[in-house]
DNA sequence: CCGTCATGCGTACAGTGTGCGCACGATAGG
DNA sequence: CCTATCGTGCGCACACTGTACGCATGACGG
């Protein structure tokens, strides 16, 4: 019989379809996708090993998703909805637009992955959430009477997504090594010191952190008031 | 004779290697490798087209290279040897940091690739020549007598890695669409304008741009100026 | 009851990074 | 001069990737 040789050991065993799964749903899928790269990152997620955490088929996902970059695309605009937007018109810009860099930051390293994807991205993401926070940035200086709206966007926009992009780096690398920030910070300073010997003017940044969340949390805060002064000088009486 | 089932057809027939060729090395396989990332872009890289077109295998590479992960860091470090450094302790640090931006932001550029596989691997590049980037840009705040130099340093390179990133990765979006960077943007405004009405704020961004190219020279040094109006605010009369 | 259709899956293809071991030319030691 | 060693390049192989194609299955509307 030439049916033997089908793969299937007989027809009467088949499973009749797990219909107690919630069966395969972008929603579900994109949802799934960002637990996987939370957990390892960029790299670490494949079409194969993402239907197989959905009981699935590596091509089965296509028929939900165009295409990984797709896949991705729909990811990032989904953790875009985890930003907090300051309602517009408040008395205090410089409050509003810190709220709004600072929750970008936070969802940035919540998910330390989206933040490069979104930079090597640009302007190719236009999807709702990443949109809606766009827009929100631009309310809150527009209806402020700020002069030049979009410089103003841009800048606070670069500094954050580049700031956070460094940071979530190093969060990743951190998180590789398997040791806490502390720890990793403690067991790279000699080297760093040493490599630091050759450039002089470098070496003041490698002190002894007591608490290294403390101090990249400064950082951040101080090159926001910087952003924000320089703007400010840029606002009419 | 079992030798027949050698592939090679005489052994007479060889050719004695050729020896005019300028043989593999590390220098040559990077630079070919950055020539490769400016025509084609990171993800067109692979190391059997790199070894192709050294008339080489892909794995005669590996005798040079650990890895490609640390060929992709040398490759960075050596454009990173592209920016010019100015010289520290002039008269106007303003101007100096201005420059030192000005040509980072020139090199990620005119090598679309870079920004973002820099800000991607974050802190963990410590190639001589970035490093001496970075003490340079130390040194000019440092021999101004500058308060927090560190937090300056980190405000400019989150500014200017973040807006050339997302610069660079508009580039090679254009670039990929074969048209000129004004045929691009026209093509593309009607899209732009639609999604924007969504989001009224954003609207004023999408206007008819007659010069993309100085358009964006504007933007990068009006982001600039705040970011160095923010810090002349912090350094002492 | 019988199409039609959306959905999942098996197979397959071209391509990736890279480990392994062999073959070769040059070079040094007897 | 012969021989042992060594650096270099390469062929092969492995595990893995994204995804195109076509079939099987069950749900559903006529």
């Given at each position: 019989m030439p049916a033997a040789s089908k793969p299937v050991p007989s027809v009467w065993a088949r499973t009749p379809r797990e219909a107690d799964q919630p069966a395969l749903s972008r929603t579900a899928i994109v949802r799934e996708a960002i637990a996987m790269l939370d957990a390892e990152?960029?790299?670490?997620?494949?079409m194969r090993k993402l239907g197989a955490r959905l009981n699935?088929?590596?091509?089965?996902?296509y028929r939900h998703v165009a295409t990984k970059d797709e896949l991705m695309e729909l990811a990032v605009d989904e953790v875009c909805g985890e930003i907090a937007l300051p309602a517009p018109g408040g008395p205090d810009w410089r409050a509003d637009v810190a709220d709004a860099a600072r929750s970008f930051r936070a969802t940035a390293l919540r998910h330390p992955w989206v933040a490069g994807v979104l930079g090597q991205a640009g302007l190719a993401y236009l999807g709702p959430n990443l949109m809606a926070f766009s827009n929100n940035l631009a309310a809150l200086f527009t209806q402020t009477g700020f002069p030049q709206p979009h410089g103003a966007i841009d800048t606070v926009l670069s500094y954050v997504i580049g700031m956070s992009t460094t940071e979530a780096a190093w969060l990743t690398t951190v998180a590789r090594s398997g040791e806490t920030e502390a720890e990793f910070v403690a067991r790279l300073m000699p080297a760093a010191r040493e490599a630091a010997a050759q450039h002089p003017d470098l070496a003041g940044g490698y002190v002894d952190v007591p608490d290294p969340v403390a101090l990249r949390d400064a950082k951040f805060e101080y090159g926001l008031g910087v952003v924000l002064d320089g703007l400010a000088t840029r606002m009419p009486a």
């Open positions: 990152g960029v790299e670490a997620l494949s699935a088929g590596a091509t089965s996902l």
